[in-house]
């Protein structure tokens, strides 16, 4: 903490010693259509490292304000166009950028975050993925991590539609990082029956890294990363607001959240709420799955400045989700279908408060970042559960970043930094401790470099070491653990533009993974089975290349990514022949050497302006060296959808109708205590329009997954061995009202 407070001196001091020097700048321009030059009205102007944007006016023409001196990224975007991307300098007080955005139905590339820096999708060696809030509201999913799946390559570990933890490319739990609005997220993931507490509500987009993102990161990010971002900023001197609803058939669900926000020239803010409420879903065959119900209340809220001399954001989080469990000893209890949570529940939640801040302090920008997050897990069983199953525990994560970039010209980008956090694990009165009381302490410093060859070679590089202690209480059958972990991560990649409709793009990483307290440490009951950790279990240590092609046209867009993932050391926990003295098998911690390899390949095609076709392939095989295959791979899966879409039909605004469906073929290369799978196809579909009803703009939607009501068990369904289907057809309609105030 003492580190913390020096750091934010220092950088305060800065900031009043270079106050006076400080620039106060504005951009103004136009913003023309290329082919016919007339003035485009309610483009989305915004600059991402400002966190400010603006509408363009019935003339086209934009003014943003409070910029300093020195290089900015601006991004317009508007339906119909591709999104345009401008690097500029800034050296005087008014900088015009005129803009001709070309029409198109592909959003080519948008500018990133995930990456380490402000960089567009094309520039960054490392692929980054995007999925956006329409599409996860059009997903029809009753859970938000089931709608991630859309992407090739991405999918999940479900306990049913409550309880899902994403997966990339084969790796999952603390092998993938969660990012909640740039903030690693702490809760409990090491299982997977401990999803992330996380929801959809004001969320911009997803940005999903496929592969090792230690450099960033640190460890926990050696298969990836999914970076939640939140909404933008209201337009500057505006106050709006929105209103959406979801109903969901299958599961009786109802899903709400009301959001405001505002903006002045300076001062920024935004409030949230929302909740979720399902009853237990029902199979192919219309039978309940008991105990599969869940229910969330959440609430946010943020405040920002924007100056000339740096941007100041708070934001505050809070998440108290219940999650049914279907155990066992659940089904004898769950005799009828319900929503109400009683027995053998999660009961959680998760606060969190961050600070993300950037100085402009002359040449150098700096970012100050700092979260706490408060995180409570209770498992709630029911009266005749021997106590010594009870779990109620506390996670607090204290986390704090540094980023210096340091000067570089327009063409590059150099960045130094140092991140840590501090994490303590406490049991509270009921006796069964899953993970005993400990002390993690994380400390890291990294380079991250990037150049620009002319226009066509973009390079990337970068070089960690992360530093890692972990100190642990006695308990029952388990001695203390004091332990360090010494580790270093490093990257190296590029993109190549052969012409304007191809870009080839290749990285190389060596990323690693710490054990963390579970796989050191346990040695009980863990739900309904008995778990032991390894104290002498090493770091997980990852060797991947990637290469990636994208191909684009005024018609077409297609893109191939292949990868090669050399795991050594690869930490997994399986049953083993032994079982404890009331008969509980014992499921073990080892560590293997293993490799997964595949790929994805994503093709979407407009022939004509209002008709678009996407398919999209995921291929992937996990092994370890002795030959048997590793857990939790999924199914190779093919997803195509056929969609119209007209601008306007009658009294309709974007009218659009959509058919598709996914087919998994059958998972034939099971692990050592799994079964094999048969494949399955599902069809889906959806309806949806934007409808004026006086002065206001409403946008409905009607979304029916597994349409044709299959009776099917994907491979990664945990609810498999229980002998219970994943969930039949599932018809939602969503309604989204948005308003302005001001």
Known sequence: MKKVKILWFIAMLFTMINYSATAQNKITGKVIDKS????????????????????????????????????????FSFVGYKTTIQTISIN???????????ASPFQLEEVVVSGGTYSTQHENAIK?????????????????????????????????????????????MTNILMLNNGVKMENFQFSEN????????????????????SLLYGSDAVGGVVNVIREKPAPTNKIVGDYNMQFHSNTEGIVSNLGIKGSSDNFFWGIRGGIKSHSDYKDGNGDFVPNTRFNEKSFKANVGLNKSFGVFKVYYDYNRPKLGMCVDNAVNLVTSNGRENKYWYQDLSNQTISTQNTLFLGKYKLDLNAAYQMNNRKLQTDNSTPAFEMVDMDLNTLSYEMKTHLPSAINSEYIVGIQGANKTNRNHEAPNHVLPNANVNDFSVFGLFQHNFGKKLKSQAGVRYDYRHISTKAESGTDAVHTDFGNYSASIGATYRINNNILLRSNFASAYRTPNIAELTENGM??????????DLKSQRSYETDLNIHFHSDYAMIDVSGFYNRINDYIFIAPTADTTSTGNKIYRYSQVNAKIYGGEISVNIMPVNWVNITTGY???????????????????????????QKDKLGFLKKPFFKVGGIYASKQNHPSTFETETDGYFLLNASVGTNI???NQLIFLSLQANNLLNETYIDHLSTLKDMGYYNMGRNVSLSITIPFGLK
């Open 36 to 75: 016919n030059q007339k003035a485009l009205e309610f483009v989305t102007v915004f600059v991402p490292e400002h966190n400010e944007g603006t509408l363009t006016d019935k003339n086209g023409e934009y003014t943003i304000s409070n910029l300093p001196n020195g290089k900015v990224k601006i991004q």
């Open 92 to 102: 005087s007080a008014e900088t015009t950028v005129n803009v001709e955005m070309e």
């Open 128 to 172: 980054i993925e995007l999925l956006k809030s329409k599409e996860i509201e059009q997903a029809g999913t009753p859970s938000f991590i089931e709608a991630l799946s859309q992407m090739p390559g991405v999918d999940l570990i479900s306990k049913g539609p409550g309880v899902a933890k994403p997966v990339i490319r084969g790796l999952s």
């Open 194 to 213: 401990h999803p992330f507490i996380i929801d959809e509500f004001g969320v911009d987009r997803v940005e999903v890294i496929k592969g090792p993102a």
């Open 526 to 535: 863990h739900g309904t089975r008995y778990e032991q950790g390894n104290p």
């Open 618 to 644: 995921s291929y992937l095989i996990g092994k370890q060296d002795d030959g048997d295959y590793l857990p939790f791979i999924p199914q190779n899966k093919i997803k195509v959808d056929f969609k119209l």
């Open 692 to 694: 004026k009803w006086t």
